[in-house]
């Protein structure tokens, strides 16, 4: 993967730099300056707490550099919400391109698993260990960008500030901390203080009012869990809006959070559909025990944290097939202009 940033400037910024002498390298992968060996968590002997403040520090320094990448390489724009926060207040941000608002066409929107991990991000352990292309969601952006009109990178993780935290990162050294432990001061952000509130509140400000005709959710693990519950909190405006929804590896439960609406059940096996890890090749159906859930296929692989990548041509191939579909039955149901019915309309005989 091409990259215009360098992340071992970020690293350098650091006051850690020789703790973390590591770069990724042209195809993406993160390898020891000197020694081209990949990361290695135990770098200080018998100093759990140490070890993993540096792996904190390098998943921070992560988190900046792809928020650059989304950025620079990308080229999308940061959006801080809620819209009418203050100067002062703590705020959230996601990521969109440039006319996703605008484009009259399809909008894919990116929806992740949870964990410490921030927008763009498939997960943080998956980009250290296995690299940019597999770990990241810049691939999925890039198609987004070729293929469909517009693109929007959600930041479902991002709820709360850790003052003391922040300050840590001011400074980004390690040093050796008593057993005891420091007290934080959580603040959450107004308006994305859990991954739903996030999800619901740029659904309500920004992709329900954009000009898309055609909006598709690809969701990860507990992010499917989130996008069930955007579905049941704005079910007409979800069904009516989005085309399709691809889960990876999904934590949604159909028949708990869908329970008493068999319209909203079967909104959901007609337009969605999971990528499981399995043994079995890619795109081969694993078979659903729950009938009222989507069909389910082969991620691909047996490895949770590869599924994302793993799946990604195929979660395209299926999104395009389903527009084609959806354009095919709207084409259908539109009145066929002809001589005669022109001549009625303008009152001739």
């Given amino acids: 993967m091409e990259q215009e940033l360098s992340f071992r400037k970020l690293v350098e910024s650091s006051e850690c730099p020789e703790q973390l002498k590591y770069d990724f390298n042209k195809n993406g992968e993160l390898k020891h300056l000197d020694t081209n060996e990949?990361?290695?968590?135990?770098?200080?002997?018998?100093?759990?707490?140490r070890n993993h403040k540096r792996y904190q520090i390098l998943g921070h320094l992560i988190t900046r550099y792809v928020y650059e990448l989304l950025e620079r390489v990308c080229k999308l724009q940061k959006v801080n919400i809620p819209t009418d926060a203050s100067e002062d207040e703590p705020r959230s941000f996601f990521f969109m391109s440039e006319k996703a608002l605008t484009n009259s066409t399809s909008l894919i929107v990116l929806l992740q698993d949870r964990g410490v991990f921030r927008a763009g991000q498939w997960g943080q352990k998956t980009i250290i260990h296995e690299g940019l292309d597999q770990g990241t969601q810049l691939p999925f952006i890039k198609v987004a960008l070729q293929c469909y009109g517009g693109v929007i990178v959600l930041n479902p993780n991002d709820n709360f500030i850790d003052l003391k935290i922040?300050?840590?990162?001011?400074?980004?050294?390690?040093?050796?901390?008593?057993?005891?432990?420091?007290?934080?001061?959580?603040?959450?952000?107004?308006?994305?203080?859990?991954?739903?509130?996030?999800?619901?509140y740029v659904w309500d400000h920004f992709i329900s009012k954009s000009a898309a005709k055609n909006v598709a959710f690809i969701a990860h693990g507990y992010g499917g869990l989130v996008f069930i519950n955007l579905l049941m909190q704005r079910t007409w405006e979800v069904m009516s809006k989005v085309y399709s929804v691809a889960f990876i590896d999904s934590m949604h439960h159909t028949l708990h959070q869908a329970r008493d609406n068999p319209q909203v059940q079967e909104w959901i096996q007609k337009h969605c559909r999971e990528w499981i890890t399995n043994s079995k090749p890619l795109d081969r159906p694993t078979g659903c025990l729950v009938k009222v859930d989507c069909p389910t296929v082969s991620a691909g692989t047996e490895k949770y944290i590869l599924a994302p990548s793993s799946a990604l041509q195929a979660i395209f191939k299926y999104l395009k097939s389903m527009l084609k579909a959806k354009n095919a039955i709207a084409f259908s149901r539109s009145p066929i202009i002809t001589r005669s019915s022109t001549n009625k309309k303008n009152g001739n005989t």
């Fill in 38 to 49: 990949p990361f290695v968590f135990n770098y200080y002997k018998n100093a759990h707490e």
């Fill in 166 to 200: 922040e300050e840590e990162w001011l400074s980004l050294s390690i040093k050796e901390e008593s057993s005891s432990v420091k007290s934080s001061w959580w603040i959450p952000k107004r308006c994305s203080s859990s991954p739903e509130e996030h999800t619901i």
